[in-house]
């Protein structure tokens, strides 16, 4: 069976510092990924997508970064985090080519930045 | 742009009372509808969805139409559990896999 992992669950971080989260998924291969993000009192906001190794697309401009160094890999950076990066970052994927609205997702990131 | 608005919570009911969540959208055509539910400690995880205006979707005892008329894709839920206690969120699909969501209800169920 499939499985998504995101790391770390809690991280407290000072502005200006830098941010590094990573998700990874077993179980499937080729697989569509997502990075979402929830702030205060917003819905989850889709930030980054990726079809594969390589292949990110922006989804709003900000202070953030994504990566795919991997088939299975999918990592949220900053150089220097803003107090308004502070949220909860969720990870997904879907099966390549698939198109059911149909996203499996890790248990989330909380993020505050001080 | 496309939205999705859900009442605020949380939702405080008592075990086997009836459930309604509502949800409205605005979005360009007749996007497919979403329920995805976090239970605590968990991942969002697709609760039902319809594709098509007047389409019930349903699982684990909940429903939603999808009404075009009102833009509207409220859950119900007849007689809820403790165990049905999470957060609720409506979504519609905007493009290949691209979900927008609402910002989420938390369902408080009492014994």
């Known amino acids: 069976s499939q499985t998504i992992h995101q790391w770390p669950a809690t991280l407290v971080q000072p502005v200006g510092s830098p941010l590094s989260l990573e998700c990874t998924v077993e179980?499937?291969?080729?697989?569509?990924l997502y990075w979402y993000r929830q702030a205060a009192g917003r819905g989850l906001q889709l930030l980054f997508y990726s079809v594969g190794i390589g292949q990110i697309s922006s989804e709003v401009p900000q202070n953030l970064s994504a990566s795919r160094p991997q088939d299975r890999q999918f990592i949220l950076s900053s150089k220097k985090l803003l107090l308004s990066d502070s949220g909860f970052y969720l990870c997904a994927w879907s099966p390549m080519g698939e198109d059911t609205g149909e996203l499996f997702f890790g248990e989330g990131s909380r993020l505050t930045v001080l | 742009g496309d939205s999705v608005t859900q009442m605020e919570g949380p939702v405080t009911l008592s075990e086997e009372a009836f459930l309604t969540i509502n949800c409205t959208y605005t979005?360009?055509?007749?996007?497919?509808l979403f329920w995805y539910v976090q239970y605590p400690g968990e991942g969002l995880q697709l609760l039902l969805k319809?594709?098509?205006?007047?389409d019930k979707g349903s699982n684990k005892g909940f429903e939603a139409t999808y009404r075009k008329e009102t833009t509207s894709f409220h859950l119900e839920k007849g007689s809820v559990q403790v165990s049905d206690s999470a957060v609720y969120f409506c979504a519609l699909r905007r493009g290949f896999q691209k979900l927008v969501f609402g910002t989420g209800t938390r369902l408080l169920v009492s014994p």
């Open positions: 179980g499937t291969s080729n697989p569509n």
């Open positions: 319809a594709t098509k205006a007047d």
């Open positions: 979005a360009t055509g007749y996007p497919s």
